[in-house]
């Protein structure tokens, strides 16, 4: 009997190739990407990953922290996407531009304190 390791237990760049993977994550990567009503496949959802956390390999995020961090946003920002967490206050807003760093983008509602 195998046993599976929990995925927040995994190395980094095996959860990204893990998402990678994922239909759902594929769909996410193609809309923050301005590609609405298209998919992406595991290719185009790996370079989308390296090009937000602005590294060559995926075997970088486990090492470079800066691209770790980035990737813990991304995958935050998927969870909210998908539903399993509530959407949540931008904490990369920008005061100059009133936005964030939000792969999709968004524009911050200072009434509600929330990114949209």
Not at 16 to 35: H, P, S, Y
Not at 60 to 72: E, I, N, V
Not at 104 to 112: A, E, F, N, P, V
Request: charged fraction near 25%; glycine fraction near 6%.
């Amino acid at each position: 009997m195998s046993s599976r390791q929990p995925f927040h237990s995994l190395f980094t760049s095996q959860q990204a190739g893990i998402l990678c993977n994922d239909a759902r994550f594929q769909r996410f990567a193609a809309e923050a990407c301005d590609c609405q009503g298209r998919q992406f496949n595991e290719s185009a959802a790996a370079q989308f990953v390296r090009t937000y956390c602005k590294i060559e390999s995926r075997r970088q995020l486990d090492s470079d922290s800066a691209a770790k961090l980035k990737f813990q946003i991304l995958r935050t920002e998927f969870d909210a996407w998908t539903g399993k967490i509530a959407s949540q206050p931008c904490s990369f807003w920008h005061a100059d531009t009133l936005s964030c760093g939000r792969p999709s983008g968004c524009r911050y509602d200072q009434k509600t304190g929330r990114c949209s």
